[in-house]
């Protein structure tokens, strides 16, 4: 077994193999010496600065939009309703995950006739600066027509409220995935047991938030776009459908980014309204948003509630897996459309034999902020529902949860596993390979499990014990092509251009990596650039961990494009036919081995360009488990992650170091999901958690004792890395783990953990309700 527990960074060696070493990022020295450049960083006196008036009810008619006042006040240059856009006005589009009707619930870049959620943009404010920008807004005055709000799903479903009036229902999708007989599966079974989960609605909160700066040159005819993209191409698109230009005039460049975790870069309201405010104005305009924005507008996920039940021989052996979905959109079909429920659909089987499964899927429009993506969508809650209605059943049949699913987990022999079309707009797949029990097993030897689990549910220093058990299967490497263009400027100067963004991962390092190993050049050569529309003629941006899967396989693609253009190159000069030549790394020599020198080298060969394209249609799939071994105070709730590890294999670790830093960043953002963190709303739509001193978010303190353990024991066979998706798998199961951890430690009481967040004050009601 080839595992990683810690990797001490080093820096890059010169010509040594490179992939699989921790090299230090090279990025970093521009950040720690200050010289990042992030859309904040980006400043002009010539910048008019947007502010963007947003709606302070849920659910209303717009009787009245008075921006008189606003256009009036000191240093205004310009203010935006939905009556500007003209003929520019169209709604935003999905990127991703469409379903037949979601049309009728797209966002339009503003509010027409009838406000959705607090936070929807009614207009925008430019001026001078942001002081008399927000001054002018607090101008804007606007009439509301209250309706009545819809927050809860079920009230939703129940169509007595329309949010969207003309679409005759609140249901955005409703659907049935599924395989085998689970009917006839349910119907033989010795055991049975049917459960209702709910998890909270909650988002990725990055330090950074969004921001971007537009310029229109006139004269050109050209639109520059500075911001946090994962897409650029998607959105560069979408922005030129929407402002009826060129794709061409356009260029969108994505700066430093600190951080994204699926939120941000897809494409917003503000995403159009700030271009179109610089076309308007004939200058830049620069807009950055402040945090209660942020929690306002940005894309919330998460909320999901699912009804489960599982059919089992007494041995624990699981015959079936039955369930209804119920997710909560938000007030639109926002770009991510019907991902995060259908994710959540095709993974509640998880890693195991299961082989009747079916799952009706609802999605309901609410008057809450929209929906997106946040790390591991659908993967995290899935793996939540699963693995509690399989503790549960543990504990009903007297069996050890971990020989549970020792007994149930896809054997090797057993793979690829056929998942089945488990997700409507996607072509069915399968799990590739890989040793699901091994990794448990790693797992439970990491953490100790034999000997802590027989403190589970005693006092130990009154704190009650406990420690479960999470595992998954992610998919990762989504197709379906990425670009990659290398350019060679001369001796010790190589660029190399990604079609991907990065929001911190490290992608300059990993890429710079792959290229210097299939040229054989030393890594200082060189210089990784990415995040705009003009480097490439096409790229698919970052997102379901794809970057090195797809755009370093692309890195690959270039590189082999650039060796072949090096023999016929050197072919050319020598007079010689390129059959007798080949390229070791960069350079190329006679096949026949005449003469030991090489008849060119990659530092004698510039200028030289090629371009490398990886297209696929296969999804690479990392399984691992996590174990969490928590201490619960009794009178107060509050509970103490004391250890919590993770095991996950990502078929190869181009730099174990940066996978490891992954895994630490993703545990903790799952405990936080599963301990801290929830977006409440009240019973009129008002967001009571928009601040960050309303919002729980942990500190250094808060999970200190976190082992990450990466597995390479199963390469992927879809990309010539061999390599699957690391920047997800340690967070799709921490909410799953956790929360057998804290049912471990409260047996006994009568209490069954049902939902999420873990919080003091959840566990605290919980307990006071089962001693009644």
Known sequence: MNDHPAHPPVTPPTRERLVGAAVRRSEDRRFVTGRGRYVADVVDPAHGHAVVVRSAAAHARLARLDTAAARRAPGVLAVLTVADLGELGSPIPIRIGPLPGFDRYLQWPLARDRVRYVGEPLALVVAEDRHAAEDAAERVSVDYEPLEAVVDPHDAAADRVLIHEASGTNIATRYRVSRGDP???????????????RCQRHSGVPLETRGLVATWDATLEKLTVLGATKVTFFNRRALARMLRLDEASIELIEVDVGGSFGVRGE??????????????????????????????????????????????????????????????????????????????????????????????????????????????????????????????MASDLGLDPADVRLRN?????????????????????????????????????????????????????????????????????????????????????????????????????????????????????????H????????????????????????????????????????????????????????????????????????????????????????????????????????????????????????????????VHGQALGSAVQGLSGAFLEELVYDDTGQLLTGTLADYALPTAADFPSIESITLEDAPSTSNPLGAKGAGEGGIVATGAAAANAVAAALAGTGVVVRELPLSARNLARWMADAQR
């Open 183 to 197: 009917d006839a599966a349910f119907a033989s079974a010795a055991y049975t047991r049917r459960e209702t989960f």
């Open 267 to 392: 494409f917003y309201p503000e995403d159009l309204l700030i271009p179109l405010a610089a076309i308007k104005l004939g200058r830049p305009v620069k807009w950055i948003e402040d945090r209660r924005e942020s929690f306002l507008a940005t894309n919330h996920s998460r909320q999901i509630e699912c009804e489960l039940e599982i059919a089992a021989r007494a041995d624990g052996t699981v015959l079936g897996l039955r369930g209804r979905l119920l997710a909560d959109m938000g007030a639109y079909v926002r770009t991510n459309g019907g991902v995060v429920p259908a994710k959540a659909a095709q993974f509640l089987p998880g890693p195991y034999r299961i082989p009747h499964f079916a799952c009706e899927v609802q999605a309901v429009i609410t008057n809450k902020t929209p929906v997106g993506t946040y790390r591991g969508p659908g993967r995290f809650e899935a793996n939540f529902f699963r693995e509690r209605l399989l503790d549960l």
């Open 409 to 529: 987990l896809i054997t090797p022999a057993e793979l690829p596993w056929t998942i089945g079309t488990l997700v409507p707009y996607e072509a069915s797949g399968a799990y590739d390979g890989g040793d699901y029990a091994a990794a448990l097993r790693r797992a439970l030897e990491a953490s100790d499990y034999a000997r802590l689990a027989k403190d589970n549910g005693r006092l130990v220093d009154g704190k009650r014990r406990g420690i479960g058990i999470g595992c998954f299967v992610e998919s990762s490497g989504a197709g379906p092509a990425e670009t990659a263009r290398i350019v060679v400027r001369g001796p010790g100067r190589v660029e190399l251009y990604s079609g991907c963004a990065s929001s911190g991962q490290g992608h300059e390092t990993v890429l710079a990596q792959i290229l210097a190993d299939e040229l054989a050049i030393p890594f200082e050569w060189i210089t990784v650039l």
């Open 531 to 658: 995040g705009s529309t003009s480097f490439v003629a096409e790229g698919w941006g970052t997102y379901h961990s794809r970057a090195v899967v797809v755009g370093g396989s692309a890195v690959a693609a270039a590189a082999a494009a650039l060796k072949s253009q090096l023999v016929a190159l050197a072919a050319k000069r020598a007079g010689l036919d390129e059959a007798a030549l080949e390229c070791r790394g960069g350079d190329v020599y006679r096949r026949d081995g005449v003469g030991e020198r090489p008849v060119l080298t990659l530092a004698t060969s510039a200028p030289v360009e090629a371009v490398g394209k990886f297209t696929t249609t296969a999804l690479t799939y990392t399984y691992g488990a996590h174990v969490a071994h928590v201490a619960v105070d009794p009178e107060t709730g509050a509970t103490d992650v004391l250890r919590f590890v993770t095991v996950e294999d990502v078929g190869r670790a181009i730099n174990p170091a940066l």
